[in-house]
């Protein structure tokens, strides 16, 4: 029942996971985050679990993010602290991911986004579908690609698409989830319940040791690894000179408004960068470079300063009433330009 908002199965020696709110593409909120870590507890202190798999019902996708809707309301009733208490919550269960002592698989079917793929972040493997979609596109709602983003998207993502993904919101879709590295291995739709098999029986053959588990795994599962996808070279190369490494917005913005060899491709950001909050661009950016390379706990800290700043800055309840409350796109940013913005001391 979808009440049940978040549902616990083992089979074999395998904990799943499943997110149960597919009307709302299983979106986050704080009963869930502690549900999921409850969950947790009882995977890490069994010792007949041995591998965990999170995963989300419904045909639209695994995870589409946080409840924006609730946080917004809790910031224009004036009270951004229990807009706080989620996202402290949101981020020690990530957290908690990356450092478990034993092997955590994400089904990424479908819409996979925002707080969808926070959860992913820290999982030895990350299996998307053809149908599979990813986006971090916080920026387009005055935020920012939170979820230790602006630090994990380098151990992932080719040169350049950390800050391409993070300040665009660019969708990956499909095989370009696996190509681009928010994946780690990709399964035919329709063979996802034979996959889930697999893992059951595979479970009962893993040593206690994570790292030695995944080297199990990561065997078992070599050809879904392997899989093909199509290059995008030329692609790769404009998001590196394009991207790569810049330390301002507006450098970015020059870039693409001089590009002559990818015109569609520079005119299409250009058109995205400027319906984006300018705040939130250059904050974004801004965290991209001092958190690459960075501990992940720090990353983590860094973005609760972040969240703080930007959910008590206008453009966030702006960005959240024209996107998501009265949809008529068409949000007010305070300031209007990138040169206007000031960031915080932290920063």
Known sequence: MESQR????????????????????????????????????????????????INGTGDKGFCAGGDVEAIYNAVKQGDPDRGMVFFREEYDLDLRIFKFPKPVIVLAHGITMGGGLGLAAGADMVVSTEKTVMAMPETRIGFFPDVG????????CPAGYPEFIGLTGYRLKGPECRRLGLASHMVIDDMRLEFIKDLEQLSE?????RSKAVQVLSSAFKSLRDNKYIS??????????????????????SLLSECSQHKELSQASLTKLSEKSPTSLALTLSLLRSNEKRAMEDVYRKDLKAVRFMITHPDYAEGVRAQLVDKDKNP?????????????GFL
């Not at 053959?205 to 040791?209: R, S």
């Not at 007010?332 to 915080?344: A, H, K, M």
Request: hydrophobic share 40%; proline share 5%.
């Open 332 to 344: 007010v940013w305070q300031p209007g330009t990138i040169d206007e913005t000031s960031l915080p």
């Open 232 to 253: 995008n070279l030329e692609m790769d190369e404009w998001v590196r000179t394009c991207f790569a490494g810049k330390r301002s917005v507006n450098e970015i913005l």
């Open 149 to 156: 983003a602006t630090g994990w998207l380098f151990s992932k």
């Open 6 to 53: 978040v549902i616990t199965s083992r089979n074999s020696q395998m904990l799943s996971i499943t997110l149960n709110r597919p009307n709302v593409i299983n979106s986050l909120d704080v009963e869930m985050i502690r549900l999921i870590q409850e969950c947790l507890d009882e995977a890490e202190s069994s010792p007949s679990v041995r591998l965990v798999l």
């Open 205 to 209: 053959k893993l040593p206690d040791d």
